[in-house]
């Protein structure tokens, strides 16, 4: 059984040395357990917080511990009564090959899947949180400008793509010109900007011409700074991640801009909430799950997977995620086809 355990905490991005590749037997199930191999693993920004020794919403990494993570896996071997070989699964099982499962928190998939890996993305957990965090605490409505950075991301994509089916214009924002080109012809975004380009703000504001009513928030950082000064009176935003400043060790350079923000929430009435997906909407998971199968079905979503082979390639792929080099949700292929 091949494992990624947490060496050491990072100061800044991670890097290889803050992770060790394990092997161990493959463990055994016992009376009421199941054996699990791993197929799919989700790779998630959310990670990146959990590596740090901070109060937070989640207990971090324990030293030597597997990294934790979403998969998707077959049932290899059975003790337990309500699950059967070869049978599909959600699980957290981690950064490894095999895990040990009593069957509680197991979502079940089937024998035959048509899209496994699905469940890890526009099914799992970061559709849900496209959906409720836009609709539930961005509320947009039809003719309103809709922003979101991370575009072409597991969320930013779902999210841009749903402003679009309720009717609103959607700019993107992305990190290269090949992801802002993919925003507008494959999903549909009405605009989509790099933000490595050293005028994002005045491009910004000739793209929300009208303001915006809706920011995303995935970001934080610069993108965010472009974004406050064009946010309308009443504006909406919900405040899902900050991945710009994941890796920070220090406070941003330049002046105290603490009161300019609390002074645009004042004086435009802005609306900024935060949200913690499965804690906030986990209750809510049937409703999205089936309108986003339902929008599947017709079309209405696009949905594009950046598929990596390989465990032992699992960190070299989480540091590119905090870089940008993802396309897409990134998922390991970890199991045999
Ligand atoms: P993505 O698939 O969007 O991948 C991360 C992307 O973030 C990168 O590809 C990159 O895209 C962008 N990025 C990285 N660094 C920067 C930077 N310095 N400035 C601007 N963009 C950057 O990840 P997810 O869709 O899984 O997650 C998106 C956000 O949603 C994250 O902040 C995550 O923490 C948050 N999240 C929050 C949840 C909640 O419950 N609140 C649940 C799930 C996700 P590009 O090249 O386009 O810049």
Known sequence: NRQWTLANRPVGAPTLGNFNFVESNKPSPQSGEVLLRTVFLSL???????????KSYAEPVAIDAVML????CRVEESNHP???LGEWVVSSSGWQDYAISDGVNLLKLGK???QPSYALGVMGMPGLTAYMGLLDIGQPKAGETVVVAAATGAVGSLVGQIAKLKGCKVVGIAGTDEKCRSAVEDLGFDICLNHKSADLGQQLAKACDAGIDVYFENVGGKVFDAVLPLLKTCARVPVCGLISQ???IDLPQGPDRMFMLMGNLLFKRIRMQGFIVFDDYGHRYNEFRQEMSQWLKEEKITYREDLVKGLENTVESFIGLLEGKNFGKLVMRVGPD
């Open 44 to 54: 998630d920004p959310y990670m990146r917080g959990r590596m740090n020794d901070a």
């Open 69 to 72: 993570g979403g998969t998707v």
């Open 82 to 84: 309500d699950y059967s």
């Open 112 to 114: 035959n899947p048509t």
């Open 246 to 248: 994941y890796n920070a």
